[in-house]
């Protein structure tokens, strides 16, 4: 067995790429963000069509878009080999071990809001992405989000989804950069700022879009 593969089975090595894939997936929620801030422009959806136009036709973009799930799928099964080892490692139960002086409570439950952002993510996909790559009648992708944030019901569920997503986020950040050996360098600090970017900031911008769109809907105002 060479030594890249035992690297990989291990749980050192697999720690280190959840960090790389986990910390990838955080440039992708900034530069998603980016473009979605196009919605706010009053233009009826104008401008936001043709970014979503320029992302389907672009095979740049689209290779970009494997790279991306090939990266979530690993994050995943990693992060779901790593649970199940500790678990096994731990056999007696939190609740008989103080689980609040042996680990934070966003690390104990990562597993749990992971899984749930995944099931938000698949939602999500099947709600913009789908009609977008491959509905034969091309429908607006400002529509689309206009009439999936008419429902209190959908708007609900991104927004607790967003909730678990920062929860998320505030523990992996950290996590992944402790994993890399550099949370407690000189650099604490600033990872410490830009952390809490992509734990509260981004995932904020994230929650206005819904509920702007949702208030727009039932006042009128779109």
């Not at 997936?25 to 009826?44: A, K, Q």
């Not at 979503?52 to 799930?69: D, K, Y």
């Not at 992944?176 to 407690?184: D, E, H, K, V, Y």
């Not at 410490?192 to 981004?202: D, V």
């Amino acid at each position: 067995m060479s030594q890249t593969t035992s690297l990989v089975k291990s749980s050192i090595g697999q720690k280190l790429l959840m960090a790389l894939t986990g910390l990838f997936l955080c440039t992708f929620l900034l530069e998603h963000l980016i473009g979605n801030l196009l919605l706010f422009i009053n233009d009826g959806g104008v401008i936001y069509d043709a970014y979503g136009e320029f992302l389907s036709g672009n095979i740049v973009i689209r290779t970009v878009e494997i790279g991306l799930f090939l990266g979530f799928l690993a994050h995943i099964a990693y992060g779901t080999t790593l649970w199940l080892r500790n678990k096994r490692k731990r056999p007696t139960p939190y609740e008989q071990n103080n689980p609040s002086a042996n680990s934070t409570l966003a690390s104990r439950i990562a597993f749990v809001s992971g899984s749930i952002v995944f099931i938000f993510l698949v939602i999500h996909l099947k709600t913009f992405f789908t009609p977008l790559r491959f509905d034969a009648t091309h429908p607006s992708a400002y529509r689309l989000v206009t009439d999936a944030f008419q429902s209190p019901w959908y708007v609900g569920f991104y927004l607790f989804a967003l909730f678990l997503l920062g929860y998320h986020l505030r523990h992996g950040f950290q996590s992944a950069f402790q994993t890399l050996g550099w949370l407690q360098s000189r650099y604490k600090k600033l990872i410490m700022f830009f952390g809490f970017i992509f734990w509260f900031i981004i995932p904020l911008g994230y929650a206005i879009i819904p509920i702007y769109f949702l208030w727009s809907h039932m006042t009128g105002g779109y």
